[in-house]
């Protein structure tokens, strides 16, 4: 696995071999690794946030530096707040919220049918309504605002990047996990120009960004009328941005 180009072979090794009874499973999920599946979707989960994640095939796997996207959305959302995380992936950031926080309405949203099966797997028994469709689009009219956070990790990997991602992304996950478009701000310039119908005043979203494309998304948010902020982690080398709808 190391020959492999697996950075951390033992550490991954120990988790293999924790996952099967047999020399024979063993082999075979190490085959697959070294063929460049990801560990994650060998394992059928991922770490995040102290917990563990269920992910399937093909399905967005968490990252660490989305610790900063709940991290800086818990630290905005006040008593009982209404949230909806739209591109959910597996339902991570969803179940990070529902543990730190006491939301009166949650729901996550997600394009992908195997991302939403595999979120609502994650989220099954807590009061959480996991969505198929197109960002805002599945969310109850009745919510329209009032929700006082909306969180999106939506794919920002401009399309010409995509190729550059390492390969176990860019073999394994969904492509519209991953393409952002053009610039890599397609999604996140329609999750901002919903935002301002769907926040309550004073209402709160919460997105992760390229460090590169801050200053464009900025511009984005102020032109929409939400006042925006940056957020950084250098431990995770991530990226967010924060923005206040008025009120």
């Known amino acids: 696995m190391r020959a ?3 950075v951390y072979a ?3 090794a120990d988790l293999l071999i924790a996952a099967v009874d047999t020399p024979a499973a063993l082999t075979t999920l190490a085959d697959r ?26 399905v967005f796997v968490p990252r660490a530096r989305t610790t900063l996207l709940v991290a800086a ?5 006040g008593p009982a707040p209404a949230v909806a995380d739209l591109c959910c992936g597996s339902g991570a950031t969803t ?22 099966a595999c979120a609502r ?6 009061p959480v309504e996991v969505l198929h469709g197109d960002l805002y689009d599945p969310l109850p009219d009745a919510w329209r605002g009032r929700l006082d956070l909306v969180v999106a990790n939506a794919p920002y990997v401009p ?3 995509v190729a550059l991602m390492p390969a176990e992304a860019r073999r394994y996950e969904a492509l519209v996990a991953l393409d952002g478009g053009e610039d890599g701000l397609a999604v996140l310039r329609r999750v901002v120009a919903g935002a301002v119908d769907w926040l309550a005043p004073g209402g709160q979203l919460v997105v992760e960004v390229g460090e590169s494309q801050v200053d464009a998304l900025d511009a984005e948010l102020r032109a929409v009328g939400l006042h925006p902020r940056v957020v950084r982690a250098r431990e995770w080398d991530a990226t967010a941005m924060t923005a206040r709808r008025p009120g």
Not at 121 to 126: H, Q, V
Request: with cysteine.
């Open 95 to 116: 179940l990070a919220l529902a543990a730190r926080l006491a939301p009166r309405w949650l729901a996550a949203v997600d394009l992908d049918p195997e991302a939403v």
């Open 33 to 58: 690794r070294v063929a460049g599946e990801p560990l994650e979707h060998l394992l059928g989960w991922a770490e995040f946030c102290g917990m563990r994640v269920a992910v399937a095939p093909g």
């Open 10 to 12: 033992e550490d991954e």
């Open 121 to 126: 797997r994650n989220l099954a028994g807590r």
């Open 4 to 6: 492999a180009g697996c």
């Open 73 to 77: 959305a818990a630290a905005l959302a």
């Open 159 to 161: 399309t010409e990047a």
